[in-house]
């Protein structure tokens, strides 16, 4: 993690991709990247927490901690005031904070993959959102407003399919076997958030939309 610490001397750096590299934790002197504009986090699998510091990186445009072990959204990231990307799918979110709408310039938000049973209210306050992604088999609750969205907001809820998985004694094969499922996962989203974003004509609200993958 000695590398990760040293980041924090410099000062012009814009992107930083330690995604899938085993990090159990972030050093608070990632803070001091002022200017950091992307920070790629994921697939580590076993964050749980971002220090304080990182409120600092107010030039953050895009966050992605996705596959870790956050079971909340930290509150360092909820300042982040420029904040216009955030995954946090693959998680372990039971619930959003209520102020979540603070992330006043965020434009996509991927929850899927979490164990969410309700939305608040407080993303329909947020009028840039225009893509918000959730695994809706645990939802219970959703805002109509979400739904009927008419600020041109895209609600994707996806039903994830079982992933067939190899069963193997070496645990270290399972993790990396996992890692490998979550990246061809990433590449999937990408593909199929590019494709909505092409789409005219793509509805407000697609619901129940197949996700099956296989290694």
Known sequence: LNYLTLTGCLKNLKVLNVSFNNLKSVPPELGDCENLEKL???????????????????????????????????????????????DISSNCLKDLPEDIDRLDELQTLLLQKNKLTYLPRALVNMPKLSLLVVSGDDLVEIPTAICESTTGLKFVSLKDSPVERIVCEDTEEIIENEREREQVEKEFMKAYIEDLRERESTPSYTTKVMLSLQL
Do not use: Y
């Open 40 to 86: 790629d986090l994921s697939g580590n699998m076993e964050i749980t927490e971002l220090p304080f510091e990182l409120s600092n990186l107010k030039q953050l445009t895009f966050m992605d901690v996705s596959a870790n072990k956050f079971h909340s959204i930290p509150i360092c990231v909820l300042r982040m005031s420029n904040l216009q990307w955030l």
